[in-house]
C-alpha cells in the first residue's frame, strides 16, 4: 500500500492553514441546546453552584459563536484555491531565500542555501523571444524547455511547466517537490539550476549545455556520436546516479531516465536533468508504492508497469535500456511498436557484438568496452529486479574495476520478493514479454 507521507513532507510548513479550513464544533448536552432560550426561566430555581456553571457554559457559547464566524469567514471559496496556492508558493520561496547559509528542510536535515535567482517573468519572456516556438528545444507531458538568452548575455534553458489535468495546487506541489529534490543535488553529472519564477506561471532556469539531449544526437540525423563519446557519456550517466542512488543527502529515484533527459555539455559530458518525476526514499524505506504510472514506455521496469513499486532498480532498468539505445542507435520502441529490450536480449545472449552495435559505427570501437557495456546492459535489463546490479557495480563494471559474477551465482539471486501474492522469482521472460506488450497496447491506443 502506498505510504504518502513523503508526498506531505516535500512542502515546507505553511504558517497559515490549510485553504481547506475545518469548522470544528464541540458536542454539548441535548439540554444546552435550549440553555439560550431558557435561561431567564430556569436561572432564579438555581442553586448558586449551579448558577455558575450555566453562566460558564452561556460565556463559552459566546467565544465559540464569535471564534466560529471568524473562521467560517476565512474559508476561501474553490476559485481563490489558486491564489492560495500561489501565496503560500512565494512565501516558502521567500523563506529558503532569505534563510541562513544552512537550511533546515522537512525533515531536519541541514542543506546548503539555494544559490537561485528569482526571475521576473517579463525577463524570461524577453530571453525567449516571447517563448517562441523557435526556441523550443525541448517538450515532455509536464512541461516545455525553451532556450533563452539573459540580457548580461547568458544562455539558459527556461522549463516551463505546462497546464494538466491537475489542480493549481498539485502543480505547485509538484514544483515544490522538484525545488526539494534539486536542492540536494550538488554533481558533475546532474543539470545545475540557476532560478526560478513563479510568475505567469511556474518556470525553472537551467544552464544551458551546448549540444542538447543526447536523444537529438543519437536520432537527429546529424553526425554521428563516435563510440569513445559514448561510452563517455554511459559512464558519466551511471556516475550520476551511483550518487542519487548511494551518495547523495537523499536516496533519489528519478523515475524518468531517458535519452532525451540526458543532457550533453562542452565537452560531450553527461548531465542528468528533468526530476519532475522523481522520489526520495527514506532509510528506512525499502521501496515506493505509487500510482498512477508515470515514466516513459520502453523503459519502464516489469515491477513498476505491473505493481507501481519504486526502488533504485527502477532507475537501474531504465538505464540498461538507455545503454542499449547508446550501444544500437535504436529507439527504446521503434516505429513497429517493438521493444529495444527483446530486440536486443537474443543478440546479448549471443554475444553478437556485431550485429547489436549501431551501423553508423561499423567496426569503430574498442571491442573490450563493447563487450563491458554490453554485459551491463544484459544485467540492468533483467526482468527480476534482484538480478540488476546497484550503480556502484555499474560504474565499476563499465570502468573493468570488476570481474564479472556469474549472474546464477549472485547472492540475492534466490531471495524471493512477493508481490500481489505471486513470487517473482517465478516471473519468467515469457510472462515478462506478454505483461509488456499488453501494457505497451494499453499505452499506445
Known amino acids: 500500500m502506498e505510504i504518502q507521507s513523503d508526498e506531505k513532507k516535500r512542502d515546507f510548513i505553511l504558517d497559515e492553514p490549510s485553504p481547506r479550513g475545518v469548522l470544528e464544533i464541540p458536542i454539548l448536552s441535548p439540554c444546552s441546546d435550549h440553555s439560550g432560550s431558557s435561561s431567564s426561566n430556569s436561572t432564579e430555581k438555581l442553586v448558586p453552584e449551579r448558577e455558575g456553571n450555566l453562566l460558564q457554559w452561556k460565556s463559552m457559547l459566546d467565544s465559540f459563536k464569535k471564534k466560529s464566524m471568524r473562521r467560517f469567514s476565512v474559508i476561501p471559496l474553490l476559485n481563490n484555491y489558486d491564489i492560495i496556492a500561489k501565496r ?45 516556438s523557435e526556441n523550443l528545444i525541448g517538450k515532455g507531458g509536464h512541461a516545455k ?64 549545455l551546448p549540444h542538447g539531449s543526447l536523444a537529438s544526437i543519437l536520432h537527429g540525423g546529424g553526425e554521428c556520436l563516435d563510440w569513445k563519446k559514448r561510452f563517455q557519456v554511459s559512464i558519466g550517466i551511471a556516475e550520476g546516479l551511483l550518487y542519487l542512488h548511494h551518495d547523495c543527502q537523499r536516496r533519489i529515484i528519478h523515475r524518468d531516465i531517458k535519452a532525451s533527459n540526458i543532457l550533453l555539455g562542452e565537452d560531450y559530458e553527461a548531465q542528468i536533468s ?140 534466490g531471495r524471493a520478493v512477493i508481490l500481489d501474492g505471486c513470487d517473482i522469482q517465478d516471473y519468467t521472460c515469457t510472462s515478462y514479454l506478454n505483461d509488456l506488450n499488453r501494457h505497451m497496447q494499453l499505452v499506445m491506443e
Not at 116 to 127: S, V
Not at 344 to 366: F, I, M, S
Open 88 to 132: 503560500n508558493l512565494k512565501r516558502k520561496l521567500t523563506r529558503m531565500q532569505n534563510s541562513p547559509h544552512v537550511v533546515i528542510d522537512w525533515e531536519g536535515m541541514p542543506i546548503p542555501k539555494p544559490s537561485w535567482r528569482n526571475f521576473d517573468y517579463a525577463e524570461l519572456e524577453a530571453a525567449t523571444d516571447n517563448f517562441s
Open 145 to 208: 524547455v525553451y532556450k533563452g538568452c539573459l540580457s548580461d548575455g547568458q544562455v539558459v534553458a527556461v522549463k516551463k511547466i505546462v497546464k494538466t489535468e491537475k489542480e493549481e495546487q498539485g502543480r505547485i506541489g509538484d514544483f515544490l517537490s522538484e525545488l526539494g529534490i534539486i536542492a540536494h543535488i550538488n554533481h558533475p553529472n546532474a543539470a545545475k539550476l540557476l532560478g526560478f519564477s513563479i510568475d505567469g506561471g511556474l518556470h525553472l532556469v537551467l544552464e544551458y
Open 274 to 413: 528533468d526530476f519532475g518525476l522523481a522520489k526520495w526514499l527514506p532509510e528506512n524505506w525499502v521501496h515506493h508504492v505509487v500510482f498512477p504510472i508515470e515514466g516513459t514506455f520502453g523503459y519502464l521496469a516489469p515491477e513498476y508497469f505491473m505493481h507501481g513499486i519504486v526502488d533504485e532498480k527502477t532507475d537501474v532498468f531504465a538505464y540498461g535500456v538507455l545503454l542499449l539505445e547508446i550501444i544500437t542507435g535504436r529507439h527504446a520502441v521503434d516505429s513497429s511498436r517493438q521493444s529495444l529490450v527483446m530486440w536486443a536480449k537474443p543478440l546479448l545472449q549471443e554475444n553478437n557484438a556485431k550485429e547489436l552495435a549501431d551501423l553508423r559505427l561499423g567496426n569503430d570501437y574498442d571491442p573490450a568496452e563493447m563487450k563491458r557495456a554490453m554485459l551491463t546492459a544484459s544485467m540492468c535489463i533483467n526482468h527480476l529486479p534482484s538480478m540488476r546490479p546497484h550503480m556502484n557495480r555499474v560504474v565499476q563494471l563499465l570502468k573493468g574495476k570488476e570481474a564479472p559474477i556469474d549472474l546464477k551465482q549472485k547472492t540475492n539471486a
